[in-house]
């Protein structure tokens, strides 16, 4: 059983193979995150998408306090590396890792950054996968990612202005022919569409067989 939290914004705690991955944990400075960096008392394994402040977070600092496994780009597991962070692995598109038992792939995404290059992830294990598309446009690779992960869940960003809208998400899911989905990066900024209602009302107009999950902030999702 593979247990997804939603933290708020692009933030998520993903349980699986009996380990605690912890994607773009930026809990301190978020509006909508139900936790604090300093309730964060257990994690194996860190990945950041990129380096903007809204992905990047605490993730320094929890992995110094957890002792656990930063992963991302290798500029930004770099700049880790000086930040202090001692486990620190750097990979590249089309590089995978195996820690504990949980594959960690990075695919690419359409966004900016100031470290190395903006990535998604796939986290694979206990013969499930999961889609974590980091900040992004949408683009016509997502295709191949679909096609060849397969992902049993994707987490899709949808607040528009700096990633993709709730339309063009759904444009995504065609693609990524997932089981289900779970929107993100939304509400955060007065900017970012403010509810998930768009993309609900879209999805289940346009993908009716993909299970959309909307979750509130501290709300899990298991399957």
């Known amino acids: 059983m593979v247990k997804i939290t939603w933290f708020g914004h692009a933030a998520f705690k993903i349980e699986i193979a009996n380990k605690i991955v912890l994607i773009d944990p930026w809990l301190d400075g978020n509006p909508t995150s139900s936790v604090k960096a300093s309730e964060i008392s257990k994690a194996d394994i860190v990945f950041v998408t990129h380096d903007h402040g809204d992905h990047l977070g605490e993730a320094f600092t929890i992995c110094k306090k957890t002792n656990a496994n930063f992963a991302a780009v290798v500029e930004l597991a770099n700049h880790a590396k000086e930040n202090g962070v001692k486990n620190a692995v750097g990979l590249n598109f089309g590089?995978?890792?195996?820690?504990?038992?949980?594959?960690?792939?990075?695919?690419?995404?359409?966004?900016?950054?100031?470290?190395?290059?903006?990535?998604?992830?796939?986290?694979?294990?206990?013969?499930?996968?999961?889609?974590?598309?980091?900040d992004t446009a949408f683009f016509g690779d997502m295709q191949f990612i679909g096609k060849v992960y397969k992902p049993d869940l994707a987490l899709?960003?949808?607040?528009?202005?700096y990633t993709m809208d709730a339309k063009e998400a759904v444009e995504a899911i065609k693609?990524?022919?997932?089981?289900?989905?779970?929107?993100?990066?939304?509400?955060?900024?007065?900017?970012?569409?403010?509810?998930a209602d768009e993309f609900v009302r879209i999805a289940k107009e346009k993908v009716p067989k993909v299970k959309v999950v909307a979750l509130k902030p501290g709300e899990s999702y298991q399957f």
């Open 156 to 161: 899709i960003p949808i607040g528009g202005y």
């Open 95 to 134: 590089g995978s890792i195996e820690i504990d038992g949980v594959k960690l792939s990075i695919v690419p995404a359409v966004h900016t950054c100031s470290r190395g290059a903006p990535t998604g992830v796939i986290i694979q294990g206990e013969g499930k996968t999961v889609y974590h598309a980091g």
């Open 175 to 195: 693609l990524l022919k997932p089981k289900a989905v779970i929107p993100m990066h939304y509400k955060t900024f007065p900017v970012l569409a403010q509810s």
